[in-house]
């Protein structure tokens, strides 16, 4: 049963959209802070911001658990899937470099939520989405084996180009065949586990759960579960002012108030739909990575994230489901 609120798909569209600006800047912003791995960026982004959403939540929170625990299953595998998007998506711009990264990890997002609509609401894809599908999956494929970095681009920032994992490779990689192929499975996995958190939020959102209620637990949950990550691995993150302004931009504004903007979003609009409308995001993360970090893809690399941009056309078109059985 859905919320008694009218529904306006405009507003929504326009809080994703903001939403997606802010997350835009994550895999930039992660690059100021070269000492933080991976895993302590993510835990300290999500696991802090997830838990905001709870305390945000507040007593809206308290009073719908009678209706939440009925629902515990929505609420953990929520919760599960916000605990496992950080850590893989922010390892697959690690591995691979924040443009490979963000757009495998938002470019099949939208392949999972489909998938999970016809897998649990028996609403069938159109030959268009099967098509878009069809050319993503082959993007991914010629960006895991022709993806690789070809050095940073002319007039890159100093502080980019220096950036270093603690193995020594560039964050965008070292542009081998195997790396770039490691970065697009996390990538994948990224994508099935915020497909799987907006789905679970969106079928939470209803009579007497609200959209920050909805948020509050299942990024609640995630964040405590990553707060074993961030106590194990988010040292760096007090090594410098630096390197804990960016930790706390992460958690505050692209995660907090960012996943506050989808949370209301998914009142006006469907998981899918709203899954769709974030694939702006890698456009401006890549453009956010060209211009700051000075990532330059390799020719294979570019045809990849072309075939993917195809993709992302179509899935963004109006499509045409068979109804429910």
Do not use: C, K
């Not at 691979?96 to 998938?115: D, E, M, N, R, Y």
């Not at 193995?167 to 065949?177: E, P, R, S, V």
């Not at 739909?273 to 060209?290: K, Q, Y």
């Amino acid at each position: 049963m859905r919320s008694n609120t009218p529904t306006r798909p405009g507003l929504g569209v326009l809080l994703v959209l903001l939403a997606s600006l802010l997350w835009g800047t994550t895999g930039t912003a992660a690059t100021f802070a070269p000492e933080v791995g991976p895993l302590a960026i993510g835990a300290a982004a999500l696991g802090v911001g997830g838990l905001l959403q709870a305390v945000v939540a507040g007593r809206g929170l308290v009073r719908a658990l009678p209706l939440l625990r009925p629902r515990w299953r929505l609420v953990l595998l929520g919760g599960l899937a916000v605990f496992a998007y950080p850590l893989a998506f922010y390892s697959s711009m690690h591995t691979a470099g924040v443009t490979i990264g963000t757009v495998v990890s938002l470019g099949s997002a939208p392949v999972f939520a489909a998938l999970l609509d016809w897998a649990v609401d028996r609403r069938r894809p159109s030959r268009r989405w099967l098509v878009a599908a069809l050319l993503g999956l082959l993007g991914m494929g010629v960006l895991s084996v022709f993806g690789g970095h070809g050095g940073p681009a002319a007039g890159g920032s100093a502080a980019a180009n220096a950036i270093a994992s603690p193995a020594g490779d560039t964050l965008a990689g070292a542009g081998g065949t195997g790396q770039i192929g490691l970065g697009v499975a996390l990538g994948l996995l990224a994508g099935v586990s915020y497909a799987g958190y907006a789905w679970a939020a969106h079928r939470l959102i209803g009579p007497g759960v609200d959209s920050r209620v909805a948020m509050g637990a299942v990024f609640g949950l995630g964040g405590l579960l990553l707060m074993p990550v961030l106590v194990a691995t988010g040292g760096p993150l007090l090594s410098s002012w630096r390197a804990f302004g960016v930790g706390a931009y992460m958690a505050l504004v692209p995660m907090f108030l960012g996943y506050v903007l989808f949370g209301l979003a998914l009142r006006h609009i469907d998981a899918t739909s709203a899954t769709v409308l974030t694939l702006s995001e890698p456009v401006i993360a890549a453009g956010f990575a060209a211009v700051i970090v000075g990532e330059r893809l390799a020719g294979g690399g570019v045809v990849g994230v072309v075939l993917i941009g195809a993709s992302l056309v179509l899935f963004a078109l109006p499509a045409n489901r068979s109804r429910p059985r």
